[in-house]
């Protein structure tokens, strides 16, 4: 093995890493620099660890051994939540990452062997996430600094480091495996192939939001240094149980796991390169949808919507179901459910003025925020593509109404279904579902039309690692705004029991909309009618 | 009255001047080149004649139509082919010529038709459902040779879209560009292979660093350049002022 190579390739890998996922000035230049994480690494441990440090020093004396317990509890966790980390990360990276982009395509052409190759990949991959088990051990320096706890601490950090390269060994193996199934299953599957993957795409990222969720990490964390000793013989809890049962006095085990690790890491290192070697596929797959002869679809998908606007409609359909990066957008309805519901359970009373308090966080929010992104992305997903809107001859209008539509579409989907969450949950009356209803409908309009014309205004065509498809700039903008249009349009039912209003509320919720609605619409004409007007990429 | 006039054209992008007051026309039944070296504002020229890209000055005439007033109108009767297209690589070649067919408001049964074959002609038959992502540069070239070809377009722009077709495809496409000429429909055509314009096209257009620096027929440009007897590459060296690749070549292989 070159080791030159390996050195070589891994900081190559690590900068394609860093500059494909920025974006912005500042980013693109400083924080580019593989360097930059070594000094991230050094800041996070000395910060925490003396914030960490003074914090015990100053806790009250009653605090003082359950802290200990915590911090022991948090040092024998560090390995494991590692290493599923390390792997999270590695297969969102993979998930996200458009199929244009393909880093590691220089392996097929360089003379590089599959073991440098593999090696150079998992020190890239072990050092561009060492944020995360830096962040843990800085976390548990401090406490175990005061509590005296040096040895375990230097030991979980050897431990972390050694789960880390494991964590990437396994990234390195998902890789070459959904590689090589990618080209063999899909070939053969077909549609029922891009369904499946996409709902298991979904399915994960639904497990990686509750991973952030406070609530669940806590549990988890305390389940996970109880649930090593029973499950001793599972390799990925080694490096925990080597922390363990120092912890605990024990004089041999920790040897015993450590070095168990150690040969567990090498072990997945020596399958990675030997399914590398074996089974990587370099050249992209060959995916058939049907056999059957063409027939021309000519059908209006909408009433309403010409030939051209359902034509844009159908293709967009089909990218939202059928690009893998595009899964994320699919799933942000249940990960935005799935956590606000899990930070706000129990829901509390159930009167009709805390039920509307409740129903705006819980209901309106996901819903804005999800037509909002969808709709702000849908014009910077096209990429390099855009070109093919650019030179067909469309109105501003027919692509302003058949951009709108999907989001529209979903949104009022998504509305329905959480709708119905709630009135399971709460079992509200039947007129204060029929206004949050007609409220979320009209927040979806809303926010379908300010997503067309911040995607216009701020689109990011570029096709890079975890693309927006709209500026950070952007974004945040579209993100404010809509989370102000959506409390405005809810506004009259909020204070419904503060003001006496004329009219019921929903009715001047809905005013509100329209207003806001039409306004939005005529902006966002005039906006796709300037881009259209000169091409950006 | 022409099919194309172009009148004093410039573009920058930035503080890089693309395109520098260009004037030329195009007759119908004509087949006009543009060559240059890379970055002399061969494709800027064609993504403003298509109004793709807005100029910063002069005017621009299809049909009789104003490209930068009524582009939607333009875009109708004229069918564009980039260099390299990228094209969405999720639809299947009869999902994305369905589209194509679509915006264009192609009737059923004549899409169905023209789709067919052409499919059929350029060899993508037992192809057309696969997704894109899986097809080679020349299958996506000639998927974007077809979406061009589609609605019976009055004019055609295309940027080297003989790039990476197989030779019986790539002479298909020539033979089509002859054929639609004589029907009436002019071609706008860009190159790097100088054999290519001298075959295909009836007048060529050099360009160097945003400027037109010769324009005639093949033997129009040999004689201008005072070597009647020379191929157009040796004229086009001399034009560009590249003609030193002998000494690169010697230092390159040392």
Not at chain 2, 12 to 39: C, H, I, K, M, T
Request: proline share 5%; charged share 15%.
């Amino acid at each position: 093995m070159n080791a030159r190579a390996v050195y070589r390739l891994s900081v190559v890998l690590t900068k394609s890493q860093l500059r494909g996922t920025r974006r912005q000035r500042l980013t693109a230049g400083w924080f580019s620099n593989p360097l930059v994480i070594i000094i991230v690494d050094a800041m996070l441990i000395s910060a925490l660890g003396a914030g960490g440090y003074f914090l015990i020093s100053k806790a009250p004396a009653d605090m003082i051994a359950p802290l200990e317990q915590l911090d022991l509890e948090i040092l024998i966790a560090i390995p494991t939540v590692t290493m599923f980390m390390i792997i999270l990360f590695g297969i969102l990276s993979e998930l996200s990452q458009p199929v244009q982009s393909t880093s590691s395509d220089l392996v097929n052409w360089l003379p590089i062997s599959p073991s440098e190759f593999v090696v150079g990949s998992i020190i890239s991959v072990s050092y561009t996430y060492s944020f995360l088990p830096s962040f843990l051990l800085a976390i548990g320096l401090g406490p175990a600094l005061y509590f005296g706890h040096s040895t375990i601490f230097a030991t979980s950090t050897t431990m972390g480091l050694v789960a880390l390269l494991i964590g990437s060994s396994a990234v390195e193996l998902l890789r070459t495996l959904t590689n090589r199934i990618s080209s063999s299953f899909y070939r053969k599957s077909g549609r029922s192939g891009i369904f499946l993957r996409l709902s298991l795409t979904i399915l994960l990222l639904v497990c990686f939001q509750l991973l952030f969720s406070g609530r669940i990490v806590v549990s988890l964390m305390r389940g996970l240094t109880q649930a090593v000793t029973a499950v001793w013989y599972v390799p990925v809890v080694w490096p925990s149980l080597a922390v363990q049962t120092l912890s605990a006095g024990a004089s041999l085990a920790p040897f015993a796991f450590g070095s168990l690790s150690t040969c567990f890491m090498f072990a997945l290192l020596g399958l990675a390169v030997y399914l590398r070697k074996s089974y990587w596929v370099p050249v992209p797959v060959s995916i058939r949808l049907s056999s059957q002869p063409y027939r021309p679809s000519g059908n209006r998908l909408i009433p309403g919507f010409d030939n051209a606007e359902s034509a844009i409609l159908r293709k967009d359909i089909r990218s939202l179901l059928r690009r893998r990066e595009m899964a994320r957008f699919l799933a942000i309805p249940f990960v935005l459910a799935v956590s606000m519901w899990v930070s706000a359970y129990p829901f509390g009373d159930k009167s009709s003025a805390s039920l509307f308090a409740v129903a705006v966080p819980l209901f309106l929010v996901p819903v804005a925020v999800f037509c909002s992104i969808l709709s702000m992305t849908s014009i910077g997903q096209e990429g390099s593509a855009i070109w093919i809107l650019y030179t067909a001859p469309l109105r501003a209008t027919q692509l302003v109404k058949a951009k709108m539509a999907l989001p529209t579409i979903m949104g009022a989907v998504f509305t329905a279904a959480l709708l119905l969450g709630m009135s399971l949950l709460f079992k509200p009356a039947t007129s204060i579902i029929v206004d949050l209803l007609m409220l979320g409908l009209i927040v979806v309009l809303e926010e379908s039309a300010l997503g067309i014309y911040i995607g216009a205004k701020f689109p990011d065509f570029r096709e890079i690692i975890r693309s927006r498809y709209v500026s950070v700039w952007g974004s945040l903008l579209g993100t404010i705004l809509g989370l102000l249009i959506a409390t405005l349009t809810a506004a009259p039912l909020l204070l419904s029991e503060l003001l006496q209003m004329p009219l019921p509320p929903t009715i001047f919720g809905i005013m509100i909309g329209m207003v806001v609605f039409v306004v939005l619409w005529r902006s966002a004409t005039r906006q796709v009618k300037l881009l259209m007007s000169d091409i950006r990429v | 009255m022409a099919t194309v006039d172009v009148k004093r054209i410039s573009k920058s992008y930035g503080g890089r001047q693309a395109v520098s007051d260009v004037s030329f026309s195009l007759q119908s039944r004509e087949v006009l080149g543009l060559l240059g070296p890379n970055g002399s504002g061969k494709s800027t020229i064609m993504k403003t004649v298509s109004g793709i890209i807005k100029p910063d000055s002069g005017d621009i005439q299809i049909l009789g139509t104003d490209v930068v007033k009524q582009p939607v109108e333009v875009k109708k009767r004229i069918g564009y082919v980039p260099e390299a297209p990228r094209i969405y690589e999720f639809l299947t070649g009869v999902e994305y010529l369905d589209f194509v067919a679509d915006i264009h408001e192609l009737e059923k049964n004549e899409k169905q038709e023209r789709i067919s074959e052409f499919l059929r002609a350029l060899d993508l038959e037992g192809r057309e459902n696969d997704l894109i992502h899986g097809y080679s540069q020349g299958m996506k070239q000639k998927l974007a040779i077809i979406a061009a070809l589609l609605h019976r377009p009055h004019l055609l722009v295309l940027d080297e879209p003989l790039n990476a077709l197989d030779p019986r495809s790539a002479r298909i496409v020539k033979d089509l560009i002859h054929k639609l000429r004589d029907d009436g429909v002019p071609t706008i055509f860009s190159t790097h292979v100088l054999e290519i314009a001298e075959a295909i096209c009836d007048r060529v257009i050099i360009m160097y660093e945003g400027r037109i620096i010769a324009e005639g027929t093949t033997q129009d440009l040999k004689t201008k350049a005072g070597s009647a007897g020379s191929t157009l590459e040796e004229v086009f060296l001399k034009l560009t002022g590249t003609s030193d690749t002998q000494e690169i070549v010697e230092a390159l292989s040392r």
